[in-house]
C-alpha cells in the first residue's frame, strides 16, 4: 500500500506539472535521536516559515521521506511574526530501512486555492538492525512435542458429530420459519402508489467534512465514480485511479479536466486509506471540485 501511494503521489506530480518547492530560510528539521533501531518511533519537530494567513500540511506520502514513516501528527502550532508566520509540527515518525538513510520531510503550503509542496533541509538519520551482531535472522526449531497422560473420551467425536447434526437442523429450521414470516409479510405488504425517485448528490459528505473527514472523502469519491460511470458509460468504481484518467481521455475528455478529477480521487484515496487529514480549507476546496463535477451532468 505504502509503495503504491507513493507511485501514485509521483505520477500526479508529473502529469500536473507541479514541483515542489526548496525550503525556505528559517524551515528546520529537529530529530529527538539521530540513531534508531529499525521501526524504533521517536519524535521530530518541523519548522515551516510562511507568508501571513497560509497553512501547512503534512505530506506523508512524498517519495522524500525515504521509508521514514508518519506515524502521527501529536502536535501543531503557529506563530506570527512581522510579514511571515512560523508553523511548528510534532511528528512521530519511524523508520524501516537499515543504514544512514537521507531523508526529506515534505509539507504542503496553502495560501487560499494555492496549494504548494515544500522540500524541507535534508536530513540524515542512521538506523541499525534490532538483530545482535552474527543473528543470521532464522526462526530458530520448534521444540518436539510432548505426550501427555490419558486419552480422549471414546464418545468424545460421536458427541461432536451429533452436536454439529443437531445445530444444522436448528439452524435450518429457523431459516425455513423465517423465511415463511418474510414470505407472509410481502404478500400483506401494498406497494406504494409512489416511487420515489432516488436524489444523485453529495450524500452528505459537506456535513460530516469537519467531524468525519474520511466518511466524507468516501462520500465525495463515491459521488464522483457514480457520475462519471453514468456519463461515460464504463465502469468507473472497477477501475484504479490512474486507469479511470487514462479511460476519461480516451472517451474524449478534456486532458486538464481529467487530471483535476484524478487528483480529486487521490486525495480521497489518501484520506480514507493513509490516515491524510487535509485542513479544513483543503477540504472545503475537495468538496467544492466534487460538486462541480456532479452538478456538471445534472
Known amino acids: 500500500m505504502r509503495g503504491a501511494l507513493l507511485t501514485a503521489a509521483a505520477l500526479c506530480a508529473m502529469l500536473l506539472g507541479v ?20 521501526g524504533q518511533q521517536q519524535k521530530m519537530t518541523l519548522t515551516v516559515v510562511t507568508p501571513v494567513g497560509a ?30 508566520s512560523v508553523h511548528t509540527i510534532e511528528l512521530l515518525v519511524a523508520p524501516f530501512l537499515i543504514g544512514d ?24 538519520l542512521k538506523v541499525v538492525s534490532s538483530l545482535a551482531p552474527g543473528d543470521n535472522g532464522e526462526l530458530s526449531p520448534l521444540a518436539p512435542p510432548l505426550s501427555i497422560a490419558g486419552a480422549e473420551s471414546p464418545f468424545l467425536r460421536p458427541a461432536i458429530v451429533g452436536g454439529v447434526f ?33 436524489v444523485r448528490g ?49 472517451e474524449g475528455v478534456d486532458r486538464w ?15 480514507v486509506y493513509a490516515g491524510y ?4 480549507e483543503r477540504r472545503e476546496a475537495d468538496l467544492t471540485m466534487a460538486r462541480e463535477v456532479v452538478e456538471a451532468s445534472a
Open 257 to 271: 479536466q481529467a487530471r483535476l478529477v484524478s487528483g480529486l480521487l487521490e486525495e480521497c484515496d489518501a484520506v
Open 19 to 38: 514541483g515542489v518547492a526548496r525550503a525556505d530560510d528559517g524551515d528546520a528539521v529537529r530529530l529527538s535521536r539521530g540513531t534508531l533501531f529499525v
Open 277 to 280: 487529514r487535509p485542513a479544513i
Open 166 to 198: 443437531a445445530a444444522t437442523v436448528v439452524l435450518l429450521l429457523a431459516l425455513f420459519l423465517a423465511g415463511q414470516a418474510v414470505v407472509r409479510r410481502l404478500r400483506n405488504v401494498r406497494p406504494p402508489d409512489v416511487v420515489p425517485v432516488p
Open 202 to 250: 453529495l450524500g452528505g459528505a459537506e456535513a460530516l467534512l469537519a467531524e468525519d473527514p474520511v466518511g466524507a472523502y468516501r462520500r465525495l469519491a463515491t459521488a464522483v465514480r457514480t457520475v462519471l460511470s453514468e456519463r461515460y458509460g464504463f465502469p468507473a468504481f472497477a477501475l484504479t485511479t490512474g486507469e479511470l484518467q487514462r479511460r476519461m481521455e480516451a
Open 101 to 124: 538513510i537521507p531523508f526529506t520531510p515534505v509539507v504542503t503550503v496553502v495560501m487560499g486555492p494555492v496549494a504548494t509542496p515544500r522540500a524541507l533541509p535534508e536530513t540524515l
Open 55 to 84: 497553512t501547512v500540511e503534512v505530506d506523508p506520502a512524498a517519495p522524500g521521506w525515504n521509508g521514514v514513516e508518519v506515524i502521527a501528527i501529536t502536535a501543531q502550532s503557529r506563530r506570527d511574526e512581522p510579514g511571515r
